[in-house]
Every structure is written in structure tokens, then in C-alpha cells.
């Protein structure tokens, strides 16, 4: 029988398709997806940035370096045109993309179209989200749980499998020993034994 | 009988100047300078300047001194080595045996190759035109070896050939050439001259002994070399094969339709040719030239050897709207400038583990194409302690092979910045970053990290770095270090040290 973990339901909520992820810890969630990767990444990163991601953290953190290649973009268009091009090819699992502005509603559907064609995933680290609605699968955003290092709540906005999301699914990102692990929130657990 | 040809270039950078510049070259006088013992000396002049009086060999101030519109220069050897190469290359139409000598001579053996040309005087006629074409003043002579045809060609005038097909009139006439025409030092020629001897004939009486015993080995061996009685050593360029291929169009062309099939006929033309001989290109040049006679290029680059015309074409898709042609296309042209060995797929160690790989590199030319291949990277270890320097970014590189990281024992940023960031007001309790003051909760460290003294670093010239791990209240962890800052006096004695803090990652 399938055992219904945190992990899995995070990882069937990151379906083939675009993801946004979105607040000052979003880094990590995409750096999870990144150690779990099995094929071939590419990291979008822009050119003028004023830092890098530091290899040996990576490695670290339990990432297969040879796995990723890195993209320097120069503007928001240049980087949805990689992104939609990578996804739409097949050759990558995952195309991550940080620093970028959400994606309009245009945008965005021509994404999960490249993605569906591709059968991959991009996930999107987001600078700030706008109000303007648009058509990611999933929204994430990601924040320091209770003040406490290397601990981050990971909280789901929106998804377009779900359909109406709560706001209340909540999940523990901990980086311990430079390993991931995910559990329920506390919250969230209370709720599910109810229900 | 052997045939050589000399084919002697005497104003090989004024050509080319005036092949650049075509409108009023004629007007004006242009000479090519170079530094002699400190003075500017003529080398060169055209045929205005010379109409002035201005000649070889004077000085660049007296004739500025007469006239003071005078065009300089200066002579750059590499660009006739250059120029000369080029035409030797042009010169493979008559001959595959082509030899540089000197600076702006070419010896052609073309023994066996005049019939085709209808004979020498023919095939002589025939380069005297095509090197007139080409704009560049020529001496030619043939000769039946490469030192009479060398010292022929000096006698040649300009635009005119020297043809000698016949020994005995070919002795005859070598003979009488001057001494210094078989490419002897100027102090023999002087020791020559003083004694009477002026022509090769001269030296023909005198014994070889006493030759060799008084001007040396080279006066007798070039003596015999230009009288057939000794060979020469014949060193013929070797040239990278060219892979080109072109259409000319009857009428030019303007559809874009149209322009598309004939690349994708060209690409596949060009891709059998390589693979004829077992080669794949890696970087392709299209040229098309504009009834204006003006051409304009575009260049594709691959990551990897490629013999798919199919994904070429699209990579030439991608670039085809630079083309700017609205008056039409006369002709395409479509170069393999770099080109590589081919590994065929079944051998391929990527088609054997990780097939995943194979349209990975199609992706990333599509986006190298697009976007620039400097812009795609990875990472590979080094073997270095300086966190910026424990890596090394590779360009234009794509990870397709497994690589030797390793972790580290000790806990690195997961962000760097590319410049440390000075910390002003900083305290272990609280400090200012990117206008957010950040409460300290915990700190661990130092860790101390020493510079390479093998090497002048600008970023450690302060010396070694005590590194600290300080954990925010914001739930940030910084990396930051201290180092000590030396002042020294207006003397240059160390005044007072003060340490500095430098933000240099986070997680």
C-alpha cells in the first residue's frame, strides 16, 4: 500500500507544469527539489546578479553537481524564453529560474503548455507576487518557522489540481545534518485528524 | 623538365591599402614607414608619391619637409604574412605545391600543371591576370629550378613575366644575371663588387675552394642551385582543408522560402563532405552575398561535433531574420569553419550510460545559438583552500560526465557574493546589510583562512581571514570575516592596524 508521507504530497502537488515559489526561504525549497533530481537540471540564474550559489554548499546539501548547468539570463524575457524551451525539449527534469517577476497570465499558460509537451516541471523563485492572476499550477510560499534556523513553513497558495486551497496546508521544511526532511505542521496535522 | 614559378609581391601592404580604400587612393601620397636606428624610413610609396620624388629608403622627415601631404603607415609584418598566405591559398587553383619565400615571394612547382592551362606561357598570362584582378602588383618568372626562377623574377618588371622553357637559353640568360639577384648577403656583394665580380658569369671561371675559402659556403651554394648542379629543399605549405560549399542563383532571389531549401540542400552537401572524411562540424558560417556586392554573414556554433543537418537547420532558423536582404540574394555560401573528428553514436560512451544526454546537447545549442554560449556553465572542483577559488567555472561547457566532488568538512554559504561586502558599524551583537539592521542570536567560529603567499592577491592583500557563522534573529546565517587592516604612514611604516568585517555569504 502506498504510504501517504509529507514528502509524497508535495511531491504529487509539484505535478509537470510551471510552479511559483515565493519568500525569503524559497531558495531552499527549490535546493530540495534539486538533491531529489535524477536527471538533468538546468539552474537559471541573472547574469548581474550580485552572488552565486556557492558549489560546495551545494554539494553539501546532498546535490549531484554534474547534474546541473547553469544559464546566466539578461532580462525576464530571455529567461521565459529558455525556460519554455527547455521545458518544451524534454531533455531536463526539472528548469529552475530565480530572480524572475511572476509570469503574466499569457506567460504562464505557455509554460505549462511547453511543460505538458515535455513532461517536465519548472519551478519559479519569485522576487514578489503581484496580484494579477495567471496560470501556475502551484504557488508556494516559504518563511522561517517560529524563529528557529534551518526550520521553514512551506505553505501552499494555490493549486490548480486542488482546486480552492484553505491557506492552512502547511508543511516543516528542517535542514538537518545538511539533509532535508519534510513533515506535517503541527496545524495542519490537528486538522487531518479531525477530518 | 621541372618547372618552378617565383611569383614576387614588391608592394603587397600599398595593395591591400588601396584595395581598402578604392576612392582617392590615386590623389594622394601613401608610403609605408618603418623605425630604422630611430628615424622613419620609406619602404614603400605608391605611384603618386613617387611622381612627388618621394622614393624608397629616405627619410620620412625630408620628404615631409618637401610635402606635406603625405599618407604614412607602418609596415606590419604579420599583416603581409597574412596577405601572402592568402594569396598562396588563392594560388592552390594552379598548383597543390606552393612554398613561402620570405616576406612577399611564393615559388609554385607547378612541374605537370601548365597543360592544363594551356601551356606555361598560358598559365603564366593566366596568374599575371588573376593577381591584377586581385589588385596586387606581381613580378613572375619560370624557370626549371627554384633559385634561377628566384633570381628571374627579380629582373621582371612589374606586371610582365620572364618564361624560360629551354635549358640551354635558360643558362644563358642566368649567366648574365647580377651576383646579388642569387640571394647573397650585402658585405659578400660589396667584397664581390670590389674585386670586378658582378656577374654570375664572372664566378664560373674561379675555382670552388678558393670561393668557398674567401666569401664562404652560401655564395657557392646558391651559385650551383640556380645552375641545376645542386637541389633545394622544397617546403610546401600545408593548408587546413576547406569545407565550403555554395549555390549561385541565375536570378536573385528573394523569397525567404526559397533560401531555406537551398541551406537545407547546402547542409546536407556539406555534412556528406565531412563525413567522406569522417569529420562533423562544430561552427558553420552562412555568407550571403546582395546584388550590391556587399555580403553578410551569420554563424552557428554547436557544443558537440554535429552531422544532423535537420538540427542545424533549426539553429540556422533561429538567426535567419538577421539576414537583411531586400533586394535579393545572389549567391550562398556555406562554410565549416570549425570542424572535428566524428564519433560515431554506437561508440558514443553518453549513447552507451546516459542516454539522457543526447537531446541535452541539441537543447543547449538551441539556447547557445540564441542566447550566447559564454552564458552557459558549470561547475568543476579545484584544488584550492580560498572559497572563491575551490571551483572553477567552466564556460561553454555542458556537465555530462559524472565529476569529483566531494563535501566538505566545514560549512560553506550556500550564497556567495562575488565582491565581499564592508560591514560599517559592526558588532557581534547587531549590524546593518542592505538597510536591515540584523540582531545576532548566536555566533560560531573563527575559522581561519591564510592567503597564498605564492601570489599577490588585490581581495587578500590584508592577509588572512578569521571567517564566522553568525545566525540571525531573522533566521539568516551570515558569513562573515575580519581581517586586520594595516595603516601605514606617509613613511611607509605601519601606523596602526584596525580590523575590518566583510559580509561574504549567506544561507
Known sequence: MHKVTAKNQI????????????????????????????????????????????????????????????????????????????????AVQYIIANGLKQPNLLQSKRLNMAAQKGKSKAFILLNGI??????????????????????????????????????????IMDIKNEKF??????????????? | MKNFISISLPHLQLNKLAHDQRNGWDDKAHVVIERIANKDIIIDANAKAKSLGIDKQQSLTKALA??????????????????????????????PKIMLYGHSKLLLDTTGCA?????????????????????????????????????????????????????????????????????????IIGQLQRLGLRQIKDLLPLK????????????????????????QAFKAIKFNSIYQTSQAFEHTVILSNYLQTTLKILLENLLI?????????????????????????????????????????????????????????????????????????????LDKNETENIPLTDLFDHIGNKIGFDKIMSYVPANNHIPERAFSELKQSINIGPSSWHKTPLKRPTRMLK??????????????????????????????????????????????????WLIAQSGRQFWVYATAHIIRAETGEISATKKRYFLHGWS
Open chain 1, 11 to 90: 511531491d504529487e502537488l509539484l505535478c509537470t507544469g510551471s510552479h511559483e515559489f515565493f519568500g525569503e526561504f524559497a531558495l531552499y525549497f527549490a535546493l530540495m527539489q534539486l538533491a531529489q533530481a535524477k536527471y538533468q537540471v538546468i539552474w537559471l540564474e541573472p547574469q548581474k546578479a550580485a552572488d552565486y550559489l556557492y558549489p560546495h554548499a551545494l554539494v553539501n546539501l546532498g546535490i549531484n553537481l554534474h547534474k546541473v548547468n547553469f544559464v546566466a539570463y539578461q532580462n525576464q524575457h530571455q529567461a521565459l524564453w529558455v525556460i519554455e524551451e527547455a521545458l518544451r525539449s524534454g
Open chain 1, 130 to 171: 503581484s496580484q494579477n492572476a495567471n496560470s501556475a499550477m502551484t504557488r508556494w510560499q516559504i518563511d522561517l518557522a517560529d524563529g528557529q534556523a534551518n526550520k521553514y513553513n512551506i505553505k501552499l497558495l494555490r493549486s490548480r489540481e486542488k482546486g480552492f486551497i484553505s491557506g492552512k496546508e502547511n508543511w
Open chain 1, 181 to 195: 526532511y519534510i513533515n506535517l505542521a503541527p496545524a495542519f496535522t490537528a486538522q487531518q485528524a479531525r477530518a
Open chain 2, 66 to 95: 618637401c610635402f606635406d601631404e603625405i599618407i604614412t603607415c607602418p609596415n606590419n609584418p604579420n599583416l603581409q604574412a597574412k596577405i601572402i598566405k592568402k594569396i598562396a591559398q588563392f594560388c592552390l587553383k594552379y598548383t
Open chain 2, 115 to 187: 597543360h592544363l592551362f594551356g601551356g606555361n606561357e598560358a598559365l603564366l598570362q593566366h596568374i599575371q591576370y588573376d593577381l591584377y584582378g586581385l589588385g596586387y602588383d606581381s613580378q613572375i618568372a619560370m624557370a626549371s629550378n627554384m633559385r634561377s626562377a628566384n633570381a628571374f623574377v627579380n629582373q621582371a618588371v612589374i606586371g610582365t613575366y620572364i618564361l624560360h622553357d629551354d635549358k640551354p637559353k635558360e643558362h644563358a640568360a642566368l649567366i648574365k644575371l647580377p651576383i646579388e639577384y642569387l640571394d647573397i648577403d650585402d658585405e
Open chain 2, 208 to 231: 670552388s675552394a678558393s670561393l668557398v675559402k674567401r666569401f664562404g659556403q652560401t655564395l657557392l651554394t646558391h651559385m650551383n642551385q640556380a645552375l641545376g648542379h645542386e637541389s
Open chain 2, 273 to 349: 563532405m565531412l563525413k567522406v572524411k569522417g569529420k562533423a562540424s562544430r561552427q558553420l558560417n552562412l555568407t550571403i552575398f546582395r546584388p550590391d556586392h556587399t555580403t553578410q554573414q551569420i554563424q552557428i556554433n554547436t557544443s558537440q561535433a554535429h552531422l544532423s543537418a535537420q538540427n542545424l537547420s533549426k539553429l540556422f532558423a533561429l538567426k535567419l531574420d538577421k539576414l537583411n536582404a531586400p533586394d535579393g540574394i545572389d549567391k550562398i555560401m556555406l562554410t565549416a569553419n570549425l570542424v572535428e573528428n566524428y564519433i560515431s553514436k554506437s561508440d558514443n560512451y
Open chain 2, 419 to 468: 565582491q565581499p561586502y564592508i560591514l560599517f558599524d559592526f558588532s557581534f551583537a547587531n549590524f546593518e546589510y542592505q538597510g536591515q539592521r540584523q540582531t545576532i542570536i548566536r555566533k560560531s567560529g573563527p575559522e581561519r583562512i591564510l592567503p597564498e603567499w605564492w601570489w599577490n592577491d588585490p581581495l587578500w592583500q590584508d592577509g588572512a581571514r578569521d571567517y564566522w
